[in-house]
Every structure is written in structure tokens, then in C-alpha cells.
């Protein structure tokens, strides 16, 4: 550990001092990953959710995301990550015969689009929650168009170690109160996260090329990219352009001062985003006639339109809003939002890589991270910006708050800060996986080259493939991968189980709804 100090790694070395190192291992991971159902030819299946899959309202691990065709598997959370990846590959095996000839398209940029209108919009039902669902992505579809909410990630979430909290708790003197410091200690894991989190888009981005019929509702986006083929629009360095500004952004977004300091910060800022009438979104109409069109015309809708990189997150009950969990019983996980799909894994995430991301956030959280006080978070998402559209570029400078510095050396500074972490995550493991996890990044930071944007864009050129035929080919050998893999009966039975469940679930809650639309829209808005 020569590479590092107290004044860098406090809570570390005073865990070490103390022989309560152990503490931070055992962390709950839990991973969501969204993909795309696609005909044989590579379309956007046109197809209702499959009804044998269960209720996507109800359903506690398979659901839908935006479009009635991108799915969205959920794990619980799990202290082991193979335990995790295992839960993910079991839905997989249950998902894939129960989709007749269709396949999951296993990149994040979406294909296979024919205009806007051939991404369907997600149905639920017609509970009121059901109903509130798909105006919010109604709304979504008005205030963005439909081809940016086709876009699949995986988002890793993660809980500190609930026994590790009462020691970093007597290390400081600032709080007197437990869930007070676990949220703050929470928020200066995020700053720390936004403020490098760029990392994640260079190391695992895997979306450097787009299909031209991804920009169909808005072609003049096409202008800033290169043509890497009839087909295909690039950029030579890019590593995640998912994350980019023609993935999830929007002007009115960009002038939000959400506040990461606090708790009651974020949740005031938030609030109020969600409060505040947009004139662009007011000329759109809540309602024609009476069919809604978005649920208000408001900066955002709700919560869920706030697309950051990190959420602080609290387990809600139903019909609570998000902010309100957060108030009420503080941040319980984190979910970090900027993974792209990894195309050369078949559940879309490799167990190394969930090793890393770990001991990456158990950094952050160890980390001192001073309070934002101006222009942090415009920095950070230049930052982002830079390495989304041109992180493999040769010298690529970023700015670290103090000033300019290469990406090279600001990488090569992260994992090493990360290697106490990671050994004291491996101790008693002859595997060293997360040391071994850190490596694998290392030898991707010293070889621009062997990272997964770098990669696509040199297998398609050898190939000769356009983005959409180059993502179709990888889909069928994942769905080879899972059809020649059948699930353990048992937990077959265990699946259909849980869909008929959800289906009793849906129907009940669609009996028991006791208010019209309307007013259940204005009860729910005016929790407080």
C-alpha cells in the first residue's frame, strides 16, 4: 500500500488500524438490464409482452421499461456477484423459449427502427398505476420522441454493508445522529461517483456506432457523426455515445441545479423540477379531449425523467413517490446508470466487471468528497461528454477541479487508488478476483484498444457489417448460447409460478381501484 496516505484514504486506514477491514465486504449488488425484443431480421418486435412471461406491473424480475418490446430483467439484491450474474442467466434460460422466433437484441443503440411509431409504447393494464405508466411514457414519447426511450443499459446497484456503517460512524464527530451520516456518507458517494465516473464510459462504453434509423425523428443529429458505412454513423474514438447527448439528454434538463449536498437538498431541487411548469412541455397539453398526452407539463413528470449517471435510491411502497422514500427513511442503495450492455456477454455484464464496479464505488464512498460549490456538476458532465464521444482519442484532457489532466493519468490515478480496496476485498480468496478485476481495466487503460468500443468498431470493419447486421449476428449467438443451455426444471416451475402470481396481482389491483383516474393523479401528486 505504498501508493497511498491518510490523508487520501482516512476511513480506509483507520479501518485497517482498528482490524475492522472485513467490514466492507459483503455489500448487496443487484443488477436491472433492459433489452429490446427484435424479429429474426433484426426489426423491433412489434409483439404484445408475452402473456406466459407474467404481469410487467406485477412481476418482481421480469418487466418492460419504455416500449411494450424492451424488457427489463431485474435481479434481487445478492451479497455474492456470481450468485447475482447466476439469477440473471436462470431469467434468460425462462425468457428465451417462452419468446417463439424472437430474439434480445444484445446492444444498447437500439435497430431495427422504422420510424417512431414502430417502437410501441409499454402497456400495464388498466389499474390507475397501470394507467400513470404509460402517460408517464406517453409524455416521454411527446417531449423527446420515441427512438431515444429504445435505448437498453444495465444499471448495477449497490448497498454499503449495513455492518459497516456504525464504524465509519465513530470515526467522525460532524454527526451525532446514525441514518444522518449514512446519508451523507451516501451523497459524498455520488459526488465522488459524478466526479469520475467517466472512467466507467471508457472502460465498459460499448455503443462507439448507430444505426442512421435510430435518428429518423431527428436527422439533424446525424450531422456530428462520421459514416463508418451505408448504415452506420460513428464516431473514431468514441466509447459510449448511448451516454451521450443523443442518448439521454435534453435542453431543459441540462439547467437543472440538483443539489448533491444533502439529502434534503436533492430531494428539495427534485421536488421543485417536478413542480415547475415548462413552456415547451405547456404547449404540448396534458390532455386532447380526454386522453392524456403527458401526465403534467412540467420540467419533469416525475422522478424517473431525471436521467442522471448515479440515483440515490430507497425501496418504495405503492403509489409512494421517490422522493418521499428518500425524506422518510433515507438512501438505502445507490443505482449507477452509465453501463452500456457488454455485447460479448450473453446476460450483458461479465462477473469481473461487477467485481470492479464494487470496489470502484466502495472507493468512492471511502474517499474525502468536498461539498459542490459552483461549477462541479457542469464539469463533470463535460467530462462525461469528452469521454462518451472521444475517450480513446490519443492525449484526450480532462479537468479534474484543479485543473487540466490526461485521461491516462487521471485513470492510472483511480485504480490505484483502488488497490487497497480491492485486496482488502480479496483477503482470504487465493482467486484475488477484485485485484484481478482491476488488472483487467489496468491493461484496457495502458491499450485503448482492447476496450469494448474499440473492439466492435475494429470486428466491424473486419467483418465488413453495418451496426444493425453486426448487433443481429451477436443476438443470435447469444440466443444460441441460451437455447442450448435449458433451465433446471424446478426453477422453471418456480418462473411460471411467479408469472401466474403476477397475473392474480394485476387483476386484483385492477378491482380494488376505488378512485377515477383523475383524482387518483391528484392524490398521488400531492403527497407531501
Not at 428518500?326 to 438512501?331: C, F, T, Y
Request: include cysteine; hydrophobic fraction near 35%.
Amino acid at each position: 500500500m505504498n501508493n497511498f496516505n491518510r490523508h487520501t484514504h482516512p476511513r480506509l486506514f483507520h479501518l485497517l488500524d482498528t482490524e475492522q477491514q472485513e467490514l466492507l465486504r459483503g455489500g448487496l449488488k443487484g443488477i436491472e438490464k433492459e433489452s429490446l425484443r427484435i424479429s429474426t431480421q433484426g426489426m423491433i418486435a412489434q409483439t404484445p409482452h408475452p402473456k406466459v412471461l407474467g404481469s410487467a406491473l406485477m412481476h418482481p424480475f421480469i418487466t418492460t421499461d419504455y416500449s411494450e418490446a424492451l424488457l427489463e430483467f431485474i435481479t434481487p439484491p445478492f451479497a455474492e456477484a456470481d450468485a447475482m450474474l447466476e439469477f440473471m442467466r436462470q431469467i434468460h434460460q425462462f425468457v428465451y423459449p417462452n419468446i417463439g422466433d424472437e430474439l434480445l437484441l444484445s446492444t444498447s443503440m437500439p435497430c431495427g427502427i422504422d420510424g417512431d411509431l414502430s417502437i410501441p409504447i409499454a402497456e400495464y393494464g388498466s389499474s390507475n398505476i397501470a394507467k400513470m405508466k404509460h402517460i408517464y411514457r406517453k409524455g416521454l414519447w411527446h417531449r423527446y420522441g420515441r427512438s431515444m426511450q429504445s435505448i437498453a443499459g444495465i444499471h448495477f446497484n449497490y448497498s454499503v454493508p449495513e455492518k459497516l456503517w456504525p464504524a465509519l460512524f465513530a470515526q467522525q464527530t460532524e454527526f451525532s445522529d446514525l441514518p444522518a451520516f449514512i446519508n451523507h456518507a451516501y451523497f459524498g458517494l455520488v459526488r465522488n461517483f459524478q466526479k469520475t465516473g467517466w472512467l466507467i464510459l471508457y472502460l465498459f462504453g460499448a455503443s462507439p456506432a448507430i444505426c442512421k434509423s435510430f435518428f429518423g425523428s431527428r436527422p439533424h443529429l446525424m450531422a456530428q457523426f462520421e459514416e463508418f458505412d451505408n448504415g452506420s454513423l460513428y464516431h473514431p474514438y468514441a466509447t459510449s455515445l448511448r451516454m451521450s447527448d443523443i442518448g439521454y439528454k435534453s435542453k431543459n434538463q441540462e439547467n437543472l441545479k440538483i443539489d448533491y449536498n444533502s439529502l434534503a437538498g436533492y430531494v428539495e431541487t427534485l421536488t421543485q423540477a417536478i413542480s415547475t411548469p415548462y413552456p415547451e412541455y405547456e404547449k404540448i397539453g396534458v390532455k386532447d379531449g380526454e386522453e392524456y398526452k403527458q401526465l403534467n407539463c412540467n420540467i419533469l413528470q416525475i422522478e424517473n425523467e431525471f436521467y442522471s449517471t448515479m440515483r440515490p435510491k430507497q425501496i418504495i411502497a405503492s403509489g409512494e413517490k421517490p422522493t418521499l422514500a428518500l425524506k422518510r427513511r433515507g438512501v438505502r442503495y445507490v443505482e449507477l446508470r452509465s453501463l452500456d450492455l457488454n455485447l460479448f456477454s450473453p446476460v450483458g455484464i461479465e462477473l469481473s466487471t461487477t467485481y470492479f464496479l464494487e470496489a470502484f464505488l466502495l472507493n468512492c464512498l471511502l474517499q474525502e468528497s468536498p461539498l459542490h460549490q459552483g461549477q462541479e456538476v457542469q464539469i463533470n458532465n463535460q467530462n462525461q461528454l469528452k469521454v462518451a464521444h472521444a475517450g480513446r482519442q490519443p492525449g484526450l484532457v480532462l479537468n479534474n477541479h484543479q485543473g487540466e489532466i490526461t485521461l491516462n493519468a487521471w485513470a492510472n490515478d483511480i485504480l490505484a487508488a483502488m488497490q487497497p480496496v480491492c485486496a482488502v476485498l480479496d483477503a482470504g480468496n487465493p482467486a484475488k478476483p477484485y485485484s484481478a478485476a482491476l488488472e483487467l481495466q489496468q491493461a484496457l487503460v495502458d491499450n485503448p484498444d482492447l476496450t469494448p468500443s474499440a473492439r466492435i468498431l475494429a470486428e466491424m470493419g473486419n467483418d465488413q457489417q453495418c451496426f444493425g447486421q453486426y448487433a443481429l449476428v451477436q443476438s443470435k449467438k447469444h440466443q444460441a448460447y441460451f437455447k442450448s443451455s435449458s433451465l433446471d426444471p424446478k426453477l422453471g416451475n418456480d418462473f411460471q409460478k411467479m408469472a401466474e402470481v403476477s397475473w392474480e396481482q394485476q387483476s386484483a389491483l385492477e378491482q380494488q381501484d376505488a378512485l377515477d383516474f383523475d383524482s387518483f393523479l391528484t392524490q398521488y401528486f400531492s403527497q407531501h
